[in-house]
């Protein structure tokens, strides 16, 4: 562990997952109890003052490992030398707002962030997309990037890795850190595919667990996929803390070798895939990070026809969400 601050960057920094993301990676939950840290934050110029707040509430809680806090709207300022950027912000989609619209606008944004982060942060940096549509969003940041290596852009799937084995868990009656692997395929959207076919529990299939089929095809991956609007619904908010948790659980599992016999689900860059996936999309795998602390996906996962179409369907999604995106 080094003892200067090691620069993370937030973005969204004023909005609800941030506020529960940025007081986590003061406590040290990210990069452990004795590495010190510093925050870079960004937001809209709109936010800033309210961002200000969150910067106050820091302050208050005397954290021992922060030992300083960037704010602001630029981000050739704010992502100066960072090592790590969990890109939160993002435009939600408006009302008459069609899917090509938002694209473009969440375009804008990861187009300037990506420049941003080419020129000014660390050469090594890991960059995690939270900001919808993260994967695409990622593509974009990814390809306006050209100093930074295309194997450190990520986006988002690990809550809907962790969605799942809740899921699953509940069903079974077994406690959650029993499900094991649970991988997500695809988009961070409504196309995913939660693979209970390769999914564990307590180190056996989960079909010779749950005897019941037409639950697992269909109520169990619709739940995964419709959770967020469950909460919604349940909560009158979007889900914010499982959010921040799944980032920092994402960050860790990038950063620090993955146990024997482990691996976690992130979307990454599709170049070179072994499953036959296009190239040139941010596409969650099965991944593990090796000695080095190199993400890497993992090979050899079997897939039959209903895993296969499924994530063909997901990819036709996420090239269609290419084409809007980069579309002049
Ligand atoms: P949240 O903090 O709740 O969400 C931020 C983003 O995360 C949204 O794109 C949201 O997608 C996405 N997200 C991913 N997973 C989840 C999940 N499980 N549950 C909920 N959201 C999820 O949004 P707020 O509106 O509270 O805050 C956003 C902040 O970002 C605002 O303060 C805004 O000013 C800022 N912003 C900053 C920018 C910048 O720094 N340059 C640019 C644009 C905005 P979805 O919309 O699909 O829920």
New binding site residues.
């Given amino acids: 562990m080094s003892e200067e601050p090691i620069r993370i960057a937030v973005?969204?920094?004023?909005?609800?997952?941030?506020?529960s993301l940025l007081f986590r990676l003061a406590s040290g939950e990210m990069l452990g109890p004795d590495q010190p840290i510093s925050l870079h934050i960004?937001?809209?110029p709109?936010?800033l003052h309210?961002?200000q707040g969150v910067k106050m509430e820091l302050d208050d809680c005397a954290f021992p490992l922060l030992k300083e806090i960037v704010i602001g709207?630029d981000?050739y300022k704010i992502f100066q030398g960072v090592r790590y950027a969990i890109?939160?912000?993002?435009?939600?989609?408006g009302p008459g707002m069609e899917r090509g619209d938002l694209l473009k606008e969440?375009g804008k944004?990861f187009i300037?962030?990506g420049k941003a982060l080419s020129e000014v942060a660390d050469r090594d940096v890991k960059v995690l997309v939270?900001?919808?549509?993260?994967n695409t969003?990622a593509l974009i940041a990814m390809s306006n990037a050209p100093h930074l290596s295309r194997k450190n852009f990520f986006a988002?799937t690990r809550?809907d890795e962790n969605r799942a084995k809740a899921q699953l868990a509940q069903k079974s009656k077994f406690h959650v850190s029993e499900i094991r692997p649970m991988i997500i395929w695809g988009n961070?959207s409504s196309t995913q595919v939660p693979d209970y076919f390769n999914a564990k529990i307590e180190g056996n299939p989960v079909t010779s667990v749950i005897h019941d089929e037409e639950w697992l095809a269909d109520t169990f991956i619709t739940n995964v996929q419709k959770?967020?609007a469950a909460?919604i619904e349940a909560r009158g908010?979007?889900?914010?803390a499982?959010?921040a948790s799944?980032a920092i659980d994402t960050m860790k599992s990038l950063i620090n070798p993955t146990p024997a016999g482990e691996l976690y689900s992130v979307a990454l860059c599709s170049d070179g895939n072994p499953y036959d996936i296009a190239e040139n999309l941010i596409y969650s795998f099965p991944c593990r990070t090796n000695e080095k602390g190199v993400p890497e996906i993992v090979k050899g996962i079997p897939l039959n026809n209903f895993l296969k179409e499924k994530m063909k369907a997901s990819e036709a999604e996420l090239i269609e969400e290419r084409e809007l995106a980069f579309k002049s």
Avoid: D
């Fill in positions: 973005t969204g920094g004023a909005g609800q997952i941030a506020y960004l937001e809209v709109e936010a309210a961002l709207s981000p890109l939160v912000g993002a435009r939600p989609r969440n944004i300037g962030q939270v900001g919808n549509p993260c969003n988002m809550l961070h959770r967020g909460i908010k979007s889900s914010a499982s959010a799944a």
